[in-house]
T-cell receptor, first 112, second 110 residues
Framework: DAGVIQSPRHEVTEMGQEVTLRCKPI?????LFWYRQTMMRGLELLIY????????DSGMPEDRFSAKMPNASFSTLKIQPSEPRDSAVYFC??????????FGEGSRLTVL | QKEVEQNSGPLSVPEGAIASLNCTYS??????FFWYRQYSGKSPELIMS????GDKEDGRFTAQLNKASQYVSLLIRDSQPSDSATYLC??????????FGGGTRVLVKP
């Protein structure tokens, strides 16, 4: 299995632009998580899905952030409009029930 | 109080020694606990899981869990320079939700 696949690996954009991050989870995993990691705040859970359904989005910072999971093999995290404080590494992880999460390599976002 | 507390370190240990990492959590509902290792610039990697009170050993790693005290620890025996990384504790709440501690940075000196 190829593991969790994220794209893009690096994104540099200007303030106000829309950013879309993509994730392909491991086949057969029913849970998908989006995390954000910064030096100041550590690893924060933004949102997670069980069986493609959003379960808890309480970690989403504000309305500028949205996430979708249209099917079991694809999810997106969108930021519109982006701001410099959104600069971080965004991780996607997937897991089978009760097994912890397997992380993708992350998408490093820089908003100028 | 943070949901998951870890000493940020760095925890400096000589090569061959035992590194002892501690983690406390606030959610009494948590039943599963995970330790992740994260090298600088890389993604977290799952290295240990523990589900019941007591010890669980896997190679040079031993996880210890005490649910009554809301405490979980990780021991790394015969520490190697390749063990130098940040170790993240993650209790699992209902619905597979993982909450991560801030991590303990471990530095193994040759």
């Amino acid at each position: 299995d190829a593991g969790v696949i994220q794209s893009p690996r690096h994104e540099v954009t200007e303030m106000g632009q829309e950013v879309t991050l993509r994730c392909k989870p491991i086949s057969g995993h029913n849970s998908l998580f989006w995390y954000r990691q910064t030096m100041m705040r550590g690893l924060e859970l933004l949102i997670y899905f069980n069986n493609n359904v959003p379960i808890d989005d309480s970690g989403m910072p504000e309305d500028r952030f949205s996430a979708k999971m249209p099917n079991a093999s694809f999810s997106t995290l969108k930021i519109q409009p982006s701001e410099p404080r959104d600069s971080a590494v965004y991780f996607c992880a997937s897991s089978p029930p009760g097994h912890g999460g397997f992380f993708g390599e992350g998408s490093r976002l820089t908003v100028l | 109080q943070k949901e998951v507390e870890q000493n940020s370190g760095p925890l400096s240990v000589p090569e061959g020694a035992i590194a002892s990492l501690n983690c406390t959590y606030s959610d009494r509902v948590s039943q599963s606990f995970f330790w992740y290792r994260q090298y600088s610039g890389k993604s977290p990697e799952l290295i240990m899981s523990i589900y019941s009170n007591g010890d669980k050993e896997d190679g040079r790693f031993t996880a210890q869990l005490n649910k009554a005290s809301q405490y979980v620890s990780l021991l790394i025996r015969d520490s190697q320079p390749s063990d130098s990384a940040t170790y993240l504790c993650a209790p699992e709440a209902a619905g597979n939700k993982l909450t991560f501690g801030g991590g303990t940075r471990v530095l193994v000196k040759p």
